[in-house]
């Protein structure tokens, strides 16, 4: 029988993940979407710098090639995984108090790099699912809050982030989980997430409302 396993994001240094900085996805993607950098210059080395002084001269007849912009001409292996997160604190429609779903949404933020002046302050992140890791920069993020509590607190919300960066899978898959030196970013602190954050399987049994639990 598969092992049940929990999608994570952590940062990504010196060429490895620092796994005790890692926070698991509340609910695993239903779906990834890679785009996979093409390149057509593919000659011996010599040959491709002719090829490139070319393109620059305006000789572009018949060549099919990047753009001088494009990521493509120094590193071809570069992939862009696209993936939608979802976040929620909702048990049920009539609580008490309602927990800001911002808290969670928030964990992203490092990795926006608006504040960084310096290339080598720059956060990379490292998204892994199963035999799925992929290291790089967040290079978009778009959030959407689609249920709110009575007095305006947004409980649920929706992240479409993309990572443009290298494939690390075989490299990570492996990694001795001894090297974890501290928790995993605890998902709320009521009775509902402190169960899933023990045994993320028990969700479905907590569960309480239709057949897709993004939807009440």
């Keep these: 029988m598969a092992v049940y396993q929990k999608a994570y994001i952590c940062p990504f240094r010196n ?10 996805v509340q609910f695993n993607p239903t779906e990834l979407s890679i785009e996979e950098a093409i390149g057509a210059m593919d000659q ?6 002719q090829e490139k002084k070319k393109l620059l001269r305006g000789s572009r007849i018949g060549i099919q090639h990047p753009l001088k912009a494009s990521g493509a001409w120094n590193k071809k292996t570069q992939m862009t995984l696209s993936v939608s997160l979802f976040f929620n604190t909702l048990e049920k429609m009539n609580q008490d108090t309602y927990e800001d779903v911002r808290k969670y949404v928030g964990q992203l933020y490092p990795y926006r790099n608006r504040s960084t002046d310096n290339s080598r302050n720059v956060e ?11 290291a790089g ?6 959030v959407r809050y689609t ?7 947004p409980v649920r919300a929706q992240a479409d982030i993309s990572i443009r960066g290298d494939y690390v899978g075989d490299q990570t898959y492996n990694l001795f989980t001894g090297e974890e030196t501290g928790r995993e970013a605890d998902f709320g602190r009521n009775e509902i997430h ?4 023990e045994d993320p399987s028990r969700w479905r049994s907590r569960y309480v409302g239709k057949d897709n639990p993004r939807i009440e």
């Design 15 to 24: 060429g490895r993940p620092e796994l005790g900085k890692k926070f698991y």
């Design 44 to 49: 011996e080395q010599e040959d491709q710098e």
């Design 124 to 134: 990379q992140i490292y998204f892994f699912w199963g035999s799925i890791a992929v």
């Design 137 to 142: 920069l967040l290079t978009s993020m778009s």
């Design 147 to 153: 249920v709110f509590a009575p007095d305006g607190k």
């Design 194 to 197: 402190t169960l899933i954050g």
